[in-house]
Structures are given as C-alpha cells and as structure tokens.
C-alpha cells in the first residue's frame, strides 16, 4: 500500500536525531540515489557528501521509494495525487512510494519539494508537472546506470517494468535498488521524455488515499496528537475585545506553573491586533484539563481601545453600504474608502439609462469564521541558544520557520519544523498567531510546551471572511440581453492588513471572481471599495469568490427573472466562453433541469469559476418549518486536468457542505468589539441527516502541457449560495440578498 508518513516521532528527545537528520543519514548509508534540489546545511553535510535535499526521489539500496512534497495534509489529498504523477514516470506501483512532507528552506523561491505554502488549491496546479520532471529525470538516471552495468548503451534497447529496468534485446535485468548508488553519482538530465498519456496508468484513474486508513484507524498524528518528553501544556485567554492589551499580569494560580503574557508579532498583526500588544495570556499547567480550567477562571484586567463603542455589526454594516454610492477615486493611497477601478469597458452608466429595464440590487454577507474541526494548537521544544523544534499543524511552514528565527535569534539550521496532519485549514492554519504564541511560552518557561486555544479563543478571535456588501446595477434590453452592468464590492482588505500596497485596481482576493466575467454585457464598470473595519479578516476558503460569486450570481437570477426567461438559458444565452458553456450545461442536464422535481421542490443555478476551474452547481430545496430544506444538489466543474477524480468529487461534496453551512447560518457578530458567537451552541453547522444527496459531474480535459490545471479544494463552495437563494426564490418567490439564510441560528434548531 503506498502509505502518507506523518513527520512527527512522538517519541522524540533531544538526545535522538531528527527526522531531518536521519533521512538524510540513512540516504547516505542506503548508497542510494536521491534526486534533490536544495541547499547545504551543516547538520547535513555530516551525513551526505553533496547536498542536503528539500525535495528528494529516495531509491534506496532496499528498493524502497521516498518522496518528500511539501503540500500540508489538511484532507485534500494532493500529495497522493503528487505521488501518483511520480509513480507514472518511475514507472513503479504506488504501493512503494514513501510520501514525507518536505521542510521549509528561507531560500526564496523555494526549492521544487520544499514546504510551500499550502493554500489557493494550489498544489496540483502548481507542482504536477514539475514532479513529473523530476520523476523521469530520475528514471533516465536510473536507467543510464543500468545501461553501464549491463554493458549495451543503446537506450532504445531498455524498458521499465515497476522498477526494474530490463533489457529487451538480452534479458538482462536490474532492479532500482541495484543501480541506485551508480545513478547518484550521475548529472540530472533536463527535459527527460515524460510518459505518454496514453500509457498512463495511475494519473486520471481513482487511486485510493492511503492516507485515509490511518486517519480511521487513529494513527495519523495530528497537532493536537503531539506528545514529547518533559512536555508541559498551555491554555491561551485573549482580551475579549479586539484591539484590548493587558493592563497587568494576574497573581499565578493554585496549581498552574506559570502565566506568560504573549505579544502580537508582526507575522500575525492584523487589525485591532497591532504589533505589541501584549492582547492574550497563556496558563501553563501540567496537564490539559488544569490549564484549560485555570484559564477560563482567570480574570485578567484589560485596557479597551477608545474605538471599542464603535465595533458593531450593525455599524460595519452602515458604513458598507454608505460606501455602495460614496468613495474617493484612487490616487495613490490605501486608505477607508477608497475606490479601486477593477474593470472598464464602454459606456455601462449610459447603456443602464437607455435600457428598457433596470435592476438596483444590493447584498450583503457577514464575517465568517473558519471553525477547522481541530483547534489551533502548536507544540515547541526550546533550548535558548541551541536548538528550537516545533510541529504544528500549518498551512505555512516556511513562515514558521521565519518567525521562529526572528523570535529566538536562532539560524536557520538550528531550528526544525514538521508539519504534522491537519485537522482541517481552510485558510485559518496560514496564519501565525497560534505558533508565535507557543514559541513565546516556550521561551519563557523553558520547557516543551503544546500550547492550544479552547474552541470559544478559535471562534472569538479569528481572522474571519471579510464582510461585504455589494452593489449590482444592471441594464436590460428589449432582447433580454445585459446592456449595462455596474458591480461594486465593499469589503475590509486582507492584502492591506497584512501590510501589502494596493495597485490601482485594488485587493485582487476582494473582487476575484467578479472581473473578467464570460457574459456578453454590452459595457462594464467594477469596482472594489476599501471598508475601514478593523476586525481581522483572512483566506477563507475560496476567499472573495464566495462573495462575489453570490452576487453575481443572484443578480445574474434577478435579471432573468425580469425579463420572463428561465434562468439556465438566460446565462447560457449570454455566455461566450465554450468552456463555462460546457459546464453549465452539465449541470443543467446533470440535474434534469427542464424536468420538474417532487412535488414542492424547486431548483436554483449558478455558475463561476476560480483557481482556474470552473464549477456549476444546481441545488434542490423545499420548505422547512423555518427555512429551506436542501434536498439535492449536482455540481459540474472543469478543472482541466483531474488527476485523481474520486478525490476531485470528495473536495467538491466537501465544499457544497461548507458552502451550506456558511449560506444558512454562517456569520460572526460584534458587540463594542467583542464576537458574539463563541461555540457550536451559537454556531449551528449541518448535521449528517441534514445532508443533501450531492452528484459530480467532472469535464476532463487532455493531460498535456498546453492544458491548465485548475483547482478543486475550494471550488464546490462560491456557487452553492448563489444556487440556493435562486432555488429559494423560485419556490417561495422570496429573494434572500443578505447573507446567512437563518441568522441566529444554534444546534438546538
């Protein structure tokens, strides 16, 4: 079985080597063949002769395949897909690959293989075709060193069968593992010849994740799993209010061994969360249910910001949709208020007037927290001055590796960070809030110490998805055709507050998924308006796409009810991208779309595209007691190249789920800067009876270079909400445009 390893030994001391150390010692002592790119490090070099590798083929002298990805595990499932596209060029069975995820290097732009930031549904995109160089640049290597041994150095004479490279014209045969020391030594050929499509046996087939037994039966080792000597355990307590810092540190209580005050790092300021702010303390203790306990008792003395009266939904929410008609142009600054030009084409403000019909329409969407089903957690093993070890459960390990110089003054070559299993990410594990916090306990108490936040810190003090209201004006001729079309987002900036200088059209994660669009609007004008909020805001899964998305989308619904069409073809009609054409078909007819369903549903569609893929979806719903029910629910999605379809269809219900979670009751509210939502009981999820039936249609493409590969993680969400309240509005004839469906809702609904 090929098998995913977690990096984390549990075991672990500081008198054993790292997993690092003892890779690149045993490639050593294996006389195996590692193909690697990467620089030199002074552990490694006692270990290895050449290079220390951040992305290594390991053939080893036991025949064993290793390789290291540097994609995190948080349940999307690309390093399999990755290990498959390696399998096909060393022409091996899946079942002996080793997959280990690579570790950070500084070294910018990382190394092919080292620990990359996951996130984007970037991983396949990104990396397919360069571990399948890498793959057959290995192969060639392997085979010229079987070639010498042999005798006969016609290549042409030579073929591979699971890893044993035979000669065909005198039967000789060597394995891998019987030539890998000789390929060492050999230069890694460039532009080796890639297996042909045709010949592919693991890429576009069903391979199963092997990484899924292990998360069954309990082995996988996640964060919150991390168990090494001598390890102590810490609580964090954050200032409820955004933006409060901590007026004095409390008397240490009865059983606790230590409170440490943590300070707002420039890695993780955000906001109110200005770099500083000494806004959260931690309770160590030496077990988990003590300083949990102890932390919720204790009762810190705060100092507010001046500004906390002001931190109101209801107030963000005024301020946005005063920006839908108010604004300054951009001329150079990034500041509130702000009108960012995204797109502009003809005359759109002309065309509305002339039009024989006009829509005005406005929608709005609240904060959203990510709520991952493990909590952040991180675990750090100090010794000041000498070494610095984490694992944590991060979409960013490179960051870590930074942050963790800057904190404890170490080099890099000091300090070791693995990447354990995530227990979810969707954006919430890039940030480095969590770990700066551990790596501050451990400095302070030295000891190793697994600091982690109750599931109300997780909720309450979340870098949440941006809240937005958006503007939609559009112009209808007598043709049923766009004439004009005006889109305005207003949203809080994540770009902006992580420091980045805004271009004139503004924060690309705010208006993706609202430019560029594939519909033959006669004239467009888009733009994006800065909101002031200062809540922090992040990478919610699909980001601006599950903003946008929803009102170009129900605006697009709006439209075609206007004029007396049915919605599918008043898209299909207007669409000029054969590509979003196919897909939207697909879920049209997926769905039987011209056939009426049972007896009180009703069907909603919308389309979009992000991450390079493009997605549909039709949702099926009927009434509930006190909403929508969800019944079914088909989804179509191009996304160029499906290396591993039943994992493109697993993200796909993933995300429709987590789309339906967020479109009915998803939102966070503030009070005088203090979230009001703090668990489950206040946050209601879908439950599994709750579950609609979902159906996957995939559109595969060609699998060669002149294809863009797209996305999956993220795509099954931004067209779910845009598909419900068109399904609602045709059943109900009401038009939900302000986001949840149910606010307020809690589990006990």
Known sequence: MQKISTPVDTSQTLSKPTRRDFLAASTAMATGLVVGFGALSSKAQAAVSNAQVTLWLNVGSDNSITLAVGTADMGQGSAQSLAAALCEELMVDPARVKVVTGKPTLTSPAPIGASITT???????????????????????????????????NRSNYTVV??????????????????????????????????????????????????????????????????IANMVYAVIKHCPTYGGVLSSTPAKPSGALAIVPTRVVAAAARGLDAVGNVNALAVVATNTWDAMRLAKGLKPSWSLPASASTLNSAQFKSDGLALLKTGVPYAGSNVPGTIYTVESVGTPAANITAS????????????????????????????????????APTQAAKSVLTLASTLTGLTADKITV????????LGRKIEMDFISQAIQVAMAINRPVKLMWPREEDFTHDFYRP????????????????????????????????????????????????????????ARLTEYVMHGSPIPVGFWRSVGASINTFAVESAMDEAAAAVGVDPYLFRRNQLSDPRWIAVLEAAANASGWSTPGPSGTAKGIAIGAAFNSICAQVVEVKKGTKGPIVTRVWIAIDCGICVNPDQVQAQLMGGVIHGMNAALYGQQTFTNGVAQASNFNKSKVTLLNEAPEVNVTILAGSIDKSRAIGGVGELGVPTFAPALANAWYKLTKVRVRDLPFLPGSTMSD
């Not at 990396?127 to 085979?143: H, N, S």
């Not at 035979?166 to 010849?193: D, H, K, M, W």
């Not at 559009?474 to 902006?496: E, H, K």
Request: proline share 3%; aromatic share 8%; glycine share 10%.
């Open 162 to 227: 699971n890893g044993v490279v035979i000669n065909n014209s005198n039967g000789q045969q060597r394995t891998y593992a019987q030539v890998a020391a000789a390929a060492a030594l050999l230069p890694v050929p460039t532009g080796a010849e890639l297996v042909a499509t045709s010949a592919l046996k693991y890429v576009g087939k069903s391979v199963p994740r092997q990484d899924i037994p292990l998360k069954v039966d309990g082995s996988a080792v996640y964060g919150i799993d991390v168990r």
């Open 119 to 153: 996130a984007g549904s970037g991983m396949i995109k990104n990396y397919f075709w360069k571990v399948r160089d890498a793959g057959a640049g290995a192969r060639e290597m392997l085979i010229s060193a079987a070639m010498t041994s042999i005798g006969d150095t």
């Open 418 to 425: 693995n990447t354990t299993f995530l227990g979810g990410g």
């Open 467 to 522: 809240m937005a209201a958006v503007r939609v004006q559009a112009g209808l001729t007598a043709g049923s055709y766009v004439s004009g079309w005006i889109y305005r987002n207003v949203s809080p900036s994540i770009l902006s507050q992580r420091g980045s200088t805004l271009t004139a059209k503004g924060d690309s994660q705010a208006y993706e998924a609202s430019q560029e669009l594939p519909y033959n609007f006669g």
């Open 356 to 391: 024989t019909k006009k829509l005005d329409l406005t929608y709005t969407l609240p904060y959203v927290a990510h709520v991952c089903m493990e909590v952040l957690n991180c675990t750090v093993n100090h010794v000041a001055g000498v070494s610095c070890e984490i694992w």
